[in-house]
């Protein structure tokens, strides 16, 4: 599905759109983390077991973390651009630009990975002294600490720091935009054209809440003492459930997309 939306995006003139582009964006992230985690992941499952070398263990945090950060900057734009969109519509196309489309998406990505640079940097100056076993599905930065025989207290606050720029920043940012969104929709006169507003965010709001509510099921709700097999399901909800759920919800909700999807088709068969 996720190739599919990138295939239309691209193909399609009516979807060279500031939307469709940030979407391709977060199609191309949700095909980037299940292939970074479920080939391995697959092997541990149906084998019960599995071996992966400690640079192929921190090249697989990295590009895991890298996507999952720019997943995070990805929505946050957007947000941006719905609340430009709707609060803004006379400037919007002097806003989102095809220029700063690009830029905002570069930024997203690059600092995404730049910031994980740091995590990856820490946890290979770790000394790792015991046992060499991962109770887990795929390389976590969570039980890959909880193997080294160092202090990790430093390492531990770093994470807490990089999740003010990676997390708390973009929930800010989209918090924002879409009480701005909301307040400009409630003023809109028009019953048709409120829901038409609510309509173009409804597909980004849905993404929004199911990601953060995986990431903190995973990574803040549990205590030390859940058990090994229910960290395993939640982390199979966040990294194989979002990036597969993503490209359907933004399919059966947007008329755009079925349109385009309609148009393949009718040409194909015509040919």
Not at 33 to 57: E, K, S, W
Not at 97 to 111: D, E, M, P, Q, R
Not at 117 to 128: E, G, K, Y
Not at 181 to 198: D, E, N, V, W, Y
Request: with cysteine.
């Amino acid at each position: 599905m996720n190739l599919l939306i990138i295939v239309l995006v691209s193909t399609s003139k009516n979807l060279h759109t500031p939307m469709y582009f940030f979407l391709t964006q977060l199609s191309i992230n949700d095909i980037l983390l299940p292939t970074d985690i479920v080939p391995n992941m697959l092997h541990v499952l149906l084998y019960q077991r599995g071996t992966i070398t400690f640079t192929g263990c921190m090249t697989q945090i990295y590009f895991f973390g890298g996507s999952e950060a720019s997943e995070c900057f990805i929505l946050t734009v957007m947000s941006y651009d719905r609340y430009v969109a709707i609060c803004y519509p006379l400037r919007y196309s002097s806003i989102m630009t095809s220029g700063n489309c690009l830029v905002l998406a570069v930024a997203s990505w690059i600092l995404a990975f730049f910031i994980m640079s740091f995590l990856i940097i820490s946890i290979v100056m770790l000394n790792f002294c015991g046992p060499n076993i991962i109770d887990h599905l795929f390389c976590d930065p969570v039980p890959i600490l909880e193997l080294s025989c160092s202090d990790t207290h430093n390492i531990q606050l770093e994470v807490s720091l990089l999740g003010i720029p990676e997390i708390l920043v973009p929930i800010i940012i989209i918090i924002f935009s879409y009480t701005r969104i909301i307040g400009t929709t409630l003023r809109i006169p028009s019953k048709s054209g409120r829901q038409k507003a609510f309509s173009t965010c409804s597909s980004h709001l849905t993404v929004v809440f199911i990601f953060y509510w995986t990431m903190f099921s995973v990574y803040v709700l549990p205590s030390g003492r859940q058990s090994s097999t229910i960290s395993k399901i939640l982390s199979l909800l966040y990294t194989v459930f979002t990036p597969l759920i993503n490209p359907i919800i933004y399919s059966l909700k947007n008329n755009d997309i079925k349109r385009a999807v309609q148009n393949h088709i009718h040409k194909h068969l015509v040919r």
